[in-house]
Structures are given as structure tokens and as C-alpha cells.
């Protein structure tokens, strides 16, 4: 069902300049990987790397700006099939940056982290993992936001209207309590889109392999934690220099890591 979804959205979709091909065609190329790959199922070493070709071309459909949940969620699909746990996990964060209000990529994100091995006690396991989005945003889409904050606007003005009519102070209660009801929707969604601008003015990046944080750009600087941090891990780039990244954890940890040890997200 998602890809006969993401089927139509490209095609209805209008072009895009797309030097490698028409969208159409890299969309049926990456199809026929992932059904190879999923033909190949019984072998995995035969079908990671058909996997991997299904995922290469659904990023570069992504890349020419077709930023829909399906293909954030074909995308995770295809890396994680491939054996490539941190691309998929940048997948679908760039799927969140889109669409946050998408409870399918919400639901596959939070799946994705519950396959990161991450640490259960200890200072680096609070600073590791990441807490799942919360907030208006994340449960309604602009659209359904619109609909009912135009609902309420039309039920307080139809209250008061009623109200000047009968002279009888329910109506009136009843067009304050719309409208009350309609600033508090405009706050949290205000609030939230805030809080996720906040979140995501950093750039993203995901450890691509088990990887020590170190308090310098360089691998003679102590460790910041005893254990490394482990593959498929989410951080925030604060700096760089000399081949390497100065990063944010979720838990406000921060600490440098070598460039090659990273997968950056391009964003949504």
C-alpha cells in the first residue's frame, strides 16, 4: 500500500530537473531492487545488497525534493534491510522534519532506536537516548488543525451571534468556551512548531559505528564516557575541526568524534 501511495504522489507530483532520470524511472529502478531484494529474502548476503540499490535510489528521489512519509518509510525499509541501521534512523528523522504529525514514521523512528544497542544504566545511557516527539504538531496535520480551529471560530461566532439573539448567557458561555478552546489549540501548536524549530536548528548526525567521545578534536584527549557510544546513535553538530565533529547528545552531553565515524543528515 505505501508504495502504490508514493507511486501516485510522484507521478502527480511536477517534475523536478532530475539529471539521472525521470522520477518515474527511479522510482520503478528502486522498486525492482527492494522486489529483488525481498525475492532474495532467504539469503541475506545475496539480498543486502539489492536492498542497498532500492535504498540509494528511493535517497535520490528524496534528494530531488519529493519529501512524503511514504518515502521516508520506503527509505528506512530498504537501509535497515540492507544491514544499514543509521541511515535508516536518519531516514526517518528527515521523514519528521517533513511531516511531524506522521504516526507511521513516528512509529518505525521509535522501532528503528529500539534496535541501537543502547547502554541500560550508567551516565551514558541517559545521555543516549533520544525522547519520542511530543506536542500538537506531532499528532495533527496542518490540514486537521485548520479544520478544527475553523470549526471552533465558527462555532464562537455562531455562539455569540445566538447569543445577541436569545439574550440567554449559555450561548455565550458556550462561544467563550469555543474560543478559548480555539487560543489554546493556537498556543500548543505555536509552542510546538517553536520547540521543534528549537530541536532541529542543529544538524543531525547519526554514528555510523560504535564510536568513543572523546573532550577533543583528536584521539590522544580522554574519553568523555568509559563506554562508547554505540552505532545508530542521534546527535546535534555543535562544531568542526580537522576531521572532527564536536556533537550534542540528546542527554546534553558533548564530547568530539572522528568525521568518518558519521552519517549527516541533509534534512527535511
Not at 51 to 76: I, V
Not at 208 to 217: C, F, S, V
Amino acid at each position: 500500500m505505501t508504495r502504490a501511495v508514493l507511486a501516485f504522489l510522484l507521478l502527480a507530483s511536477p517534475a523536478l530537473a532530475s539529471p539521472g532520470g525521470s522520477d518515474a524511472d527511479a522510482l520503478a529502478a528502486a522498486e525492482a531492487a527492494f522486489a529483488e531484494g525481498v525475492g532474495l529474502r532467504d539469503d541475506a548476503v545475496r539480498a543486502r545488497p539489492a536492498f542497498a540499490r532500492a535504498a540509494a535510489g528511493y535517497d535520490e528521489l528524496w534528494h530531488r525534493g519529493h519529501h512524503s512519509p511514504e518515502l521516508a518509510l520506503n527509505r528506512a525499509a530498504a537501509h535497515r534491510l540492507a544491514g544499514n541501521l543509521p541511515s535508516a534512523v536518519v531516514a526517518l528523522n528527515e521523514g519528521l522534519a517533513a511531516a511531524p504529525w506522521s504516526r507511521p514514521v513516528q512509529v518505525a523512528l521509535e522501532d528503528a532506536r529500539a534496535a541501537v544497542a543502547y547502554p541500560v544504566a550508567g551516565d551514558l545511557a541517559a545521555q543516549c537516548r533520544p525522547a519520542p516527539a511530543t506536542g500538537v504538531a506531532t499528532r495533527l496535520s496542518p490540514v486537521e488543525a485548520w479544520l478544527i480551529g475553523g470549526a471552533l471560530w465558527v462555532l464562537a461566532c455562531g455562539g455569540a451571534a445566538r447569543c445577541r439573539m436569545t439574550r440567554r448567557p449559555v450561548w455565550l458561555i458556550a462561544a467563550a468556551a469555543c474560543a478559548t478552546g480555539l487560543a489554546v489549540l493556537a498556543g500548543f501548536w505555536w509552542h510546538g512548531d517553536a520547540e521543534r524549530e528549537r530541536a532541529n536548528a542543529l544538524p543531525l548526525v547519526v554514528l555510523a559505528t560504535d564510536t568513543t567521545l572523546r573532550k577533543g578534536n583528536a584521539a590522544t584527549y580522554p574519553a568523555v564516557f568509559e563506554a562508547k557510544l554505540p552505532r545508530g546513535v542521534e546527535a546535534r553538530v555543535l562544531a568542526e575541526r580537522g576531521g572532527w565533529v564536536q556533537v550534542r547528545l540528546a542527554g546534553g552531553g558533548v564530547g568530539w568524534v572522528p568525521a568518518a565515524s558519521l552519517v549527516a543528515s541533509h534534512g527535511g
